[in-house]
């Protein structure tokens, strides 16, 4: 069975800073994709970044990039110069066929 | 552009009842989806559509059905609601299976 683990149920950081959420799963694939979603108070679930396991390079997405270690079954969000807007409840989250594995979030909150 | 829709978005249910959850997306996406969210846990996946009249069970599909008349409609049914049934749901489609993934602004259901 697939598993994804979120190890921190929560994290805070200042405006402007940078904090990283901490992601590993459980997989014995070699095809998948792996997503960090952002879900906001109004429960809407919207995609950060992705990133496919057959490419090397870590996805970035303005101010959002990942820390991809195939090997180790690792799949940090790095969040940089963090935003009000940014304060939400992210989801790591595993596919494989036709179905998303989900972690049990992290709850990030930034302190102005 | 509505993107994917579901109706109703509260609801509230005795034990016993019945009752249909809603998901349209203007899309045009073949993949759609029915996910529920419950606290402390990351969405799990109850029932999917690879396309207009085929259904397949997810990680969770007991106590639910599901239809997909139309390629734009899925519908996700509670023949007899039970308490451990209260949960978020959530749909959503995609243009592929691993591609384009829109998800709905979710129903929050509770079985009293």
């Known amino acids: 069975a697939q598993t994804v683990t979120q190890s921190q149920p929560e994290m805070s950081v200042q405006e402007a800073e940078t904090v990283t959420l901490s992601c590993t799963y459980d997989t014995s694939e070699s095809d998948y994709y792996l997503f960090w979603y952002k879900q906001p108070p109004s429960r809407q679930m919207i995609l950060v970044i992705r990133?496919?396991?057959?490419?090397?390079q870590n996805a970035t997405e303005n101010r959002f990039s990942v820390n991809f270690q195939k090997a180790a079954k690792s799949f940090s969000l790095k969040i940089s110069d963090s935003q009000l807007g940014d304060a939400a409840m992210y989801f790591c989250?595993?596919?494989?066929?036709?179905?998303?594995?989900f972690g049990t979030g992290t709850s990030l909150t930034v302190i102005p | 552009n509505a993107g994917v829709t579901q109706t109703p978005k509260f609801r509230v249910l005795k034990t016993g009842q019945s009752m249909t959850l809603l998901c349209a997306q203007d899309?045009?996406?073949?993949?759609m989806y029915w996910y529920r969210q419950d606290p402390g846990m990351g969405l799990r996946l109850i029932h999917y559509?690879?396309?207009?009249?085929?259904?397949a069970k997810g990680e969770v599909p007991d106590g639910y059905n599901v239809s997909r008349l139309k390629k734009q409609n899925f519908l996700l049914g509670l023949e007899s609601a039970a308490p451990s049934q209260t949960s978020v749901y959530f749909c959503?489609?995609?243009?592929?299976?691993?591609?384009?993934?829109?998800f709905g602004s979710g129903t929050r259901l509770t079985v009293v």
């Open positions: 899309m045009n996406h073949e993949y």
């Open positions: 559509s690879v396309g207009e009249g085929t259904t």
């Open positions: 990133q496919e396991a057959y490419k090397q």
């Open positions: 989250a595993y596919f494989t066929g036709n179905q998303f594995y």
């Open positions: 959503a489609s995609s243009y592929s299976s691993h591609y384009g993934y829109t």
